[in-house]
């Protein structure tokens, strides 16, 4: 059974850091694409970062360009997402998703979400 | 960065009802359009990949259509499980992969 698993959300203050995990079992993980969404409380879904299954392509949404950094160890079933310089606007759960074949760039699997709440 | 406008953004309907519920884009993305579900406290499901493909387990009550702007999602005969946010997402021109603002299939 496919599995993703987020972990590492909480609250923070504007400008601190905070890296989110996501454990992934089930299924060949370094053979798959995968990404970060988030959804802000009460609206709608925000894709956020992609990485190619060998972690050599990256790309950002233009809002977390330049502050957050994706990746993924393979060896460890894993994918993560360090986040700095974090804004009050980034509040929202996070989710890993994964793209189901190369190329593909929808979402068939889903973490169950890890909210990171961004206050003072 | 290709918009994405659903519309309604929110359909009232009763269980066995038929709902239809559209998609436009700013710009072509040919048939490379997704379709999710979404209940409270949950996270999406893939429903429809590709404009028309049923994803894995998905009930043949759903149905999609479309290419280059125009897409729908088509709910045959409503089901008490089927009451939900549903959201299209494109790849037919990223980064950035961009969503809908979402339609809410509500009970009547």
């Known amino acids: 059974e496919v599995q993703l698993v987020e972990s590492g959300g909480g609250l923070v203050q504007p400008g601190g850091s905070l890296r989110l995990s996501c454990a992934a079992s089930g299924f060949t993980f370094s053979s798959y694409e995968m990404n970060w969404v988030r959804q802000a409380p009460g609206k709608g879904l925000e894709w956020v970062s992609y990485?190619?299954?060998?972690?050599?392509?990256?790309y950002y949404a233009d809002s977390v360009k330049g502050r957050f950094t994706i990746s993924r160890d393979n060896a460890k079933n894993s994918l993560y997402l360090q986040m700095n310089s974090l804004r009050a606007e980034d509040t929202a759960v996070y989710y890993c998703?994964?793209?189901?074949?190369?190329?593909?760039?929808?979402?068939?699997?889903w973490g169950q979400g890890a909210l990171v709440t961004v206050s003072s | 960065e290709i918009v994405l406008t659903q519309s309604p953004a929110t359909l009232s309907l009763s269980p066995g009802e038929r709902a239809t519920l559209s998609c436009r884009a700013s710009q072509s993305v040919s048939n490379y359009l997704a379709w999710y579900q979404q209940k409270p406290g949950q996270a999406p499901r893939l429903i429809i990949y590709?404009?028309?493909n049923r994803a894995t387990g998905i009930p043949a009550r759903f149905s999609g259509s479309g290419s280059g702007t125009d897409f729908t999602l088509t709910i045959s005969s409503l089901e008490p499980e089927d009451f939900a946010v549903y959201y299209c997402?494109?790849?037919?021109?990223?980064?950035?992969?961009?969503f809908g603002g979402g339609t809410k299939v509500e009970i009547k």
């Open positions: 990485i190619s299954s060998g972690g050599t392509t990256i």
């Open positions: 590709d404009a028309s």
């Open positions: 998703a994964r793209s189901p074949y190369s190329g593909s760039d929808h979402f068939d699997y």
């Open positions: 997402q494109q790849r037919g021109n990223w980064p950035p992969l961009t």
